[in-house]
């Protein structure tokens, strides 16, 4: 019961996406649906400005006035426009970001997520998480399906702070992909090799299949 | 006639900051951060400052000035930051040591937030409401509102004393280009500051040099401006250094 | 693959503009009017229009087309306006014969709190704090606030159905270029719209003909263009005749 | 009893402006201000987002793509920039401005004034108006004395809908320049061939000569 790998899990994700979508990938594990092959014509936006860059810059080729988000070093799509800060974020408050994709600690069956604040911490790392994830009109989520020793990051409730309340559509784990649906998830496809009794075992809150729940094709 | 805004260096540039002034720092990563006049900063001898940027620095390597130098050096009682942790259980910032004695406070602001107070600022707007953050830790306690059936959350502005920012290039005006994604916090933190005080990478061109259509922030915003050096008498952005 | 977003004509590229929409018009004077849309509008048959601009128009000669003319066509049931009458007791607008009987309502909105009020509603603020039009006519019942001593009006976003707006260039992707004082509202409707239809001056260029820096209203906000013919098919800002 | 042409009115607000300032011109008898020969070096701001703008164009050499507020042509000079609508009242909003001048219906000695709507007229003509009015460090306003039929224009209180309270700091009429006082009006500088009676004659409100009230020159 492995399951999927990071760039697979991506891959479920990005699979999702549709024709003229603007799609802002979190750092992490999200940055990697941006190396799905997908016929889907996608615009994507980075919370620093930049609206339709394209894929990371080959090694020695960096510009070094142009990352993504996530620090990287990305190019521009022709049809590429860049903006200030304030800009970024009124499309993204006004709702135009079509799906964000992030990482998260935890992620609960009512909707809600937390991804800025480790337990225990003073203080945090927000960025754009929260505008994101209050204002997109789409949030998936990708995370690892447990933590290292084995305990579940897919709860009935966040223990940790929450980013926004009520606002994932869709998760994907190495175990599946998976629908909040208030007080259970909802299972929407399953990973190759994986069996219900594992999900469900691994999971803080109850599972139930989809009606239709197909097999990840990796 | 109007006087030069051009200055021969970096601690010229910065002379006369007060103690306890609010000085918003551009730059998202490291496109666009005034690496020079954060460096400069250091050696002014400034104290009890509020700092204002994405984040308190020092995640990354090679590390360039950043907040948690300033921090370090006792200058500051305050941060204003999208970032006051480290997002990996296994990194710590060289401010979270002073955040956590209760030696510097924080004040955590989802970036678009801080970027929108910013704005505000410089837009005569004393305050707006945004939907960001309701629901969370960040709106405990706090003043919010429902419009069309929405939950919003009271926002102040965010003025700023000095804004430090970095410009790819300018005319003897003050008015600014900026290059790709280094633009980010830079404009609208000129427009929310008093004195704006920027470090530009080519020489500074005539009055007339830019197509009034073309440039990113005008000159009546600007107040400083100096030419950086090239490396290693100038700082320069770096290529990260990859995690493991 | 993308759809394009270029439109043989004027009125294919308004089709099924939905009665009571509210549509937004950008110019300032001549410059950036959509005059062409604004035309192909007046046969469209829609009714019960809500139209937001500058003016209600028709102060000046020659006229060119301005919201008046929707009005005499029974088609506009509301104006936000910052001009709803001449400023001159001489003068009558073409709008106050309608605007008197009670035919057309108006709503008078100072410039520069029309302009915020559609920058925040393409930035997802419900509402701001203005200080402008505190203690006059338009502030009487109305929310004001207390900030830091001073007196402010609580503002609330205005959003655009449809944003008809006009622009220089424009490449395959709906990146457009303003020319000078033609910018003015243009962008920010266009921020604050559902669907955007731009009339662009110049044949639409190849995506990746501007440079990404020189982009002063982003492909992602505009979803219809057509090129404006030449005169006499195409409408183009004209030389005020002098006032007396 | 004649006093001071439009023009020699406006020159006496321009004389005003310092080195470095944000002016603003109102439609009228404001922007003949910029033909005033000054040393000063303005900058002069324009609501449509023209920062830095020149002279009136030449006949026959009108940019269409470019009008002041009033919608002349005007031309733009090396340091001109050119920003939204949006940025253009971001800038007024915040105080950017250092003196707005503006022409008005009625002034009065508390500092009020009157400019957008006319007696009896449903609707009005605000413009930038109430922005720059309630936001510019300094408001000067020109006007004619007194109405065609005499009436004063300068009173103890507006009679018609404010465009602002409190705000006005210098006026310039064909009689003479003036500051708000409160309960009167200060006489800074009078018209030449102008008598303190005949100023008090037509004014709507006590006016007392200020200490060194000069003579204009014009």
Known sequence: ???LTRQQMADAIARRFEDDWIVNLGVGIPTMCSNTAITADIIYHSENGVIGYGPMAAPGHEDMHLVNAGGQ?????????????????????????????????????????????????KGGGIGGAMDLAACAKRVFIILEHTQRNG?????????????ARGVVKLIATNLGLFEPAGDHFNLVAIAPGVTLDEVRAATGAPVEPAPGMTEIVP | MARSKVYPGFAEAIHGIEDGSTIGFGGF?????????????QSSGAKGLTCVANTTGGAGQPRMPDIGHLVELGMVSKVICAFTAATRASDQLPFTKYYESGEVEAELVPQGTLAERMRAAGAGIPAFYTPTAVGTELAAGRETRVFAGREYLLEPALPLDYAFIRAHRADASGNLRFRRSQRNFNPIMAM???????EVENDIEPAGAFDPD??????????RMVVIPPAPDGLWPQLREPRA
Chains 1, 4 share one sequence.
């Not at chain 1, 305990?151 to 980013?163: E, F």
């Not at chain 2, 500051?193 to 920027?198: E, N, S």
């Open chain 1, 1 to 3: 019961m492995s399951g």
């Open chain 1, 73 to 121: 070093h990305v190019t521009l799509k022709p049809e590429a426009a860049v903006v200030h800060h304030a800009d970024s974020f009124a499309i993204i408050r006004s709702g135009k970001i079509d799906v964000t994709v992030m990482g998260a600690y935890e992620v609960a069956s009512n909707g809600d997520f937390a991804n800025w604040k480790i337990a225990g911490a």
């Open chain 1, 151 to 163: 305990a579940p990051r897919l709860l009935r409730q966040c223990a940790l702070p929450v980013t």
């Open chain 2, 29 to 41: 990563a490291m496109p666009g951060v005034p690496f020079n006049l954060m460096k400069a900063l």
């Open chain 2, 192 to 198: 929310a500051a008093r004195v704006v005080i920027a």
């Open chain 2, 214 to 223: 073309d440039i990113h922030l005008a000159g009546i915003f600007v107040h």
